[in-house]
T-cell receptor, first 115, second 115 residues
Framework: GAGVSQSPSNKVTEKGKDVELRCDPISGHTALYWYRQSLGQGLEFLIYFQGNSAPDKSGLPSDRFSAERTGGSVSTLTIQRTQQEDSAVYLC?????????????FGPGTRLLVL | AQSVTQLGSHVSVSEGALVLLRCNYSSSVPPYLFWYVQYPNQGLQLLLKYTSAATLVKGINGFEAEFKKSETSFHLTKPSAHMSDAAEYFCAVSDQPGNTGKLIFGQGTTLQVKP
């Protein structure tokens, strides 16, 4: 079946503008994660959604970052007033929660460049 | 808190040679451990995972990893490197059980395969 998809694949924006990044998880997956991959920081967890539970936002680097997940499926990560240090690849992953260990399936990422 | 250390940010081997990528973890509970591979401009793909069953885990593309509790290690190996193995490899630990399952990644190791 279809994997995790993300859009856009690339985004160039000017400092101070807002951006929205979209993630379509694998159908039926109840857990959704956002990670950020940057040269200086490696791969970092940002936020986690599981069903109707309150999201785990512990990885969001500042209050300029927010995310929502509508209808338990598609998620949007929003970055307000972008800064140059926000330039990174934003990866989304989804998993089917079971008893035991979940495998997270990753999308191809959105490459964000803030000028 | 869990953490992962990958020794060697860059490993170079000749085609046909043994591949050894090192990963050490820190965890206060029995860990769940993963190896992911990332090809250029792509998302992460799961190679294998350890979930407290067999200590020797076999994955895709001929890779395997051995969980050694006494050494807190989960090194990735492949007997004979192929040119197509050139990629970046990430070791990760999950904060399960009982938590969100978010992945904590090492800094990554870039594998170069020389002809």
């Amino acid at each position: 079946g279809a994997g995790v998809s993300q859009s856009p694949s690339n985004k160039v924006t000017e400092k101070g503008k807002d951006v929205e990044l979209r993630c379509d998880p694998i159908s039926g997956h109840t857990a959704l994660y956002w990670y950020r991959q940057s040269l200086g920081q490696g791969l970092e967890f940002l936020i986690y959604f599981q069903g109707n539970s309150a999201p785990d936002k512990s990885g969001l680097p500042s209050d300029r970052f927010s995310a929502e997940r509508t209808g338990g499926s598609v998620s949007t990560l929003t970055i307000q007033r972008t800064q140059q240090e926000d330039s990174a690849v934003y990866l989304c992953a989804s998993s089917l929660v079971r008893t035991g260990v979940e495998t997270q399936y990753f999308g191809p990422g959105t490459r964000l460049l803030v000028l | 808190a869990q953490s992962v250390t990958q020794l060697g940010s860059h490993v170079s081997v000749s085609e046909g040679a043994l591949v050894l990528l090192r990963c050490n973890y820190s965890s206060s509970v029995p860990p769940y451990l993963f190896w992911y591979v990332q090809y250029p401009n792509q998302g992460l793909q799961l190679l294998l995972k350890y979930t407290s069953a067999a200590t020797l885990v076999k994955g895709i593309n001929g890779f395997e990893a051995e969980f050694k509790k006494s050494e807190t290690s989960f090194h990735l190996t492949k007997p004979s490197a192929h040119m197509s193995d050139a990629a970046e490899y990430f070791c990760a630990v999950s904060d399960q059980p009982g938590n969100t399952g978010k992945l904590i990644f090492g800094q990554g190791t870039t594998l170069q395969v020389k002809p």
